[in-house]
């Protein structure tokens, strides 16, 4: 397996449900042809208070139609680390992208002021044609926003496409 990564961060953004702009945080790009099994983000929470199923997750969207490619649900949040925060992994079932995709972070929860996740992000541009991206809250008419200028930590972990094996023939009749 490989990874394609962006490592470089020096502050967070917080993700949390119920803030306007902040339940889904992650890094626009582009996928080349690869068979995408897990990402990774540097990820910590603050405070100790979390409900039963406050949920996260690492997603994978298609820029063209917003479609979810992949989902990993990583339980509960009270089990991200606490500052100075760390890099969390998710793993799923391989799936082939060749596209400008969303990979993202989302929240189901988070008390403002109190308790929330953060992730970890750049504020430069690390990688040309890669962007920062958030999304506001769910509604029929969810938009995502570009942060250019702004990278997000991450890693995806990958295979490439299938090879072609031929061997030698052995006997010609």
Not at 67 to 77: N, S, T, Y
Not at 92 to 119: K, L, N, Q
Request: with cysteine.
């Amino acid at each position: 397996m490989s990874t394609e990564q962006q490592l470089l961060h020096n502050t967070w953004y917080v993700v949390k449900a119920g803030l306007a702009t902040r339940h889904k945080a992650g890094q626009r790009l582009t996928i080349p042809g690869r068979f995408v099994n897990g990402l990774k983000f540097f990820l910590q929470r603050t405070g100790v208070e979390a409900p039963g199923g406050a949920d996260y997750f690492f997603r994978i969207y298609r820029v063209a139609d917003d479609a979810l490619l992949a989902e990993v649900d990583l339980g509960q949040w009270n089990n991200l680390p606490f500052p100075p925060g760390g890099w969390v992994t998710g793993n799923f079932a391989s799936v082939f992208i060749d596209t400008d995709v969303r990979i993202c972070f989302y929240s189901t929860w988070g008390i403002d002021g109190v308790s929330y996740p953060e992730i970890a992000y750049q504020n430069a541009d690390v990688k040309p044609g890669e962007s920062f991206t958030r999304a506001a809250n769910p509604s029929p008419d969810e938009t995502w926003a570009e942060l250019v200028g702004l990278d997000m930590a991450y890693q995806y972990i990958y295979a490439g496409p299938p090879t072609a094996q031929t061997n030698p023939a052995t006997e010609v009749s």
